[in-house]
């Protein structure tokens, strides 16, 4: 009679005949060599943060200050024409610029003066226009 096999030998053969073992030894090297290739590829990834250069973003003009009345905003785009922002002028004459992408799901936000807030009317998102943080609706970063 033969004897029968269980369905999950058949599923998953073990054959510890052809198992490759491994000493201690070699399991020792090879974790003295994995941490030393660690070791190595952090002290150039140190090497090259100290050593690269920071990107800086350029300078642009976007107006003049008196061009923009206390209460007002202005759009343009910075860094580049694919990224919008918005500069707002407080009632105090103070001048803040921001992403004009609402942190939540990219919707445009707009400027609010009555409320001191940056709106978007995707989910009824709300950011504070002196400092962009979220007032309310689901965005919980700032813009
Ligand atoms: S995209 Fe602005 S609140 Fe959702």
Redesign the pocket.
Known sequence: MAEERPRWREDFPVRWDEDHYMTRRELAKFLTLGSGLLATANGLIAFIGLTGRIPTTPVQRIAAADELAPGSSLLFRYPTADDPCILVRDAAGRLDAFSQV??????A?VHRPDEQALA?P????SFSSTDGRPLA???TRRV
């Open positions: 609402c942190t939540h799901l990219s919707c936000i978007c995707c989910h009824k998102g609706g689901p965005p």
